[in-house]
């Protein structure tokens, strides 16, 4: 999969979703913008992303007028992005991949795709979960599902909606990498003036926060959707904050990864903006609407997983198995398995606390 310098770079991005999209699109930004900086005359190779998509009409329409039309269909796309539905044509000479599938259904997209992928190609995903059956997250899932335990593979997360990445607005994320080396070629991919990328090597800390803000997101949500007010919402995203360190500690992450981008930062805006799908779920089943009619009436507008709603049930197993308390997760848990979002959250709230800022939960 080595290529000379004067073969274009090809990058994969699995997923054609607003996430896969936008991030197409920031790694064909980046490209063009260090071509330029490099100016013509340099042998800085050429860039070419492509998404591979189920849909041939989404393929049709991004390779014949640059638009994804199901996702971020108000924006023009890259002439370097390309779209297959064919995974053989899409993977050839493929130097990146870049994994935007749900985690939930992550494991068997890749084995269906191994025999496909190289084993010295860098996988980086984009992908914030547990997965329900296994309570792993992508570190373990891509190995596995490929078979490879050697296969190079980075974490990006961080607060980064995708419509603000399509309108190019300043924004960060964190990478992160056991390996150095491949830490800092899949950073050059989306670093650019536009696109701050700190280099890391938390990877259990930057995926923790990753499927963890989702989660809280959800309680950010259902308070909101109830009526109560900012107050509300900055108690439970304080206190979950707190929470998420916990779990990540008992993974053995650094608590200090949590402070950062990938963790406080996306809980701040996975939490407090209105483009949020997990906050938007949690507001509709704060206003007393069944999780069955929100997931359904997602369904119809195709607008996009949220990711939360599968990774609590997970969260709250993964908590108790490492011996840690996590009840705003179990709270949430609750109220999407039908119980009264007053009754639980009520509850919550009326917990004591330790002197430390912990709720002190006695059920």
């Known amino acids: 999969s080595s290529s000379p310098s004067s073969s274009p770079t090809v990058v994969c991005v699995f997923g054609s979703g607003s996430f896969g999209t936008a991030l197409a699109c ?31 009409d989404v393929a049709a329409s991004i390779n014949l007028h640059h638009r994804n039309p199901t996702h971020m269909s108000s924006f023009p796309l890259p002439s370097s992005v390309k779209a297959f539905t064919d995974p053989a044509e ?133 308070a909101d959707g109830m009526g109560w007010g900012l107050n509300t919402t900055a108690l439970l995203v304080t206190l979950g904050c707190r929470e998420m360190g916990q779990v990540a500690s008992a993974m053995g992450a650094d608590a200090a990864t949590l402070s950062g981008l990938s963790g406080i930062g996306d809980m701040m805006l996975t939490c407090f903006g209105s483009e949020s799908r997990n906050r938007t779920v949690g507001r509709l089943l704060g206003e007393g609407n069944s999780l069955a009619d929100v997931l359904d009436a997602r369904v119809g507008t195709l607008a996009g997983v949220a990711e939360g709603v599968a990774t609590a049930p997970a969260a709250l197993r993964l908590g108790k198995s490492k011996g840690v308390s996590t009840p705003i997760v179990a709270a949430v848990c609750a109220i999407l398995e039908g119980e009264n979002a007053h009754e639980v959250l009520h509850k919550l709230l009326a917990y004591p606390v330790h002197a430390n800022g912990d709720l002190v939960v006695t059920s």
């Open 26 to 56: 920031v790694i064909a930004r980046s490209s063009a913008s260090s071509r330029s900086a490099h100016n013509a005359t340099s042998i800085q190779p050429s860039m070419e992303v492509r998404i591979l998509t189920r849909r041939p």
């Open 90 to 222: 899409c993977l050839k000479n493929v130097n990146f991949i870049v994994h935007v599938i749900p985690v939930q259904s992550s494991r068997a997209f890749l084995q269906d795709l191994a025999p496909l992928i190289p084993a010295d190609v860098p996988i980086i995903s984009a992908s914030k979960g547990i997965c329900g059956e296994t309570l792993c997250m992508m570190d373990e899932i891509i190995p596995q599902a490929l078979g490879r335990p050697d296969q190079p593979t980075a974490f990006v997360s961080g607060p980064t909606f995708a419509r603000e990445l399509m309108q190019d607005f300043p924004s960060g994320c964190v990478l992160a990498s056991v390996s150095d080396d491949v830490g800092k070629k899949c950073s050059a991919l989306f670093r650019s003036a536009r696109m701050r990328v700190y280099q890391h090597d938390d990877v259990i800390g930057v995926e923790v926060g990753g499927a963890l803000k989702n989660v809280y997101a959800l309680a950010a949500g259902i």
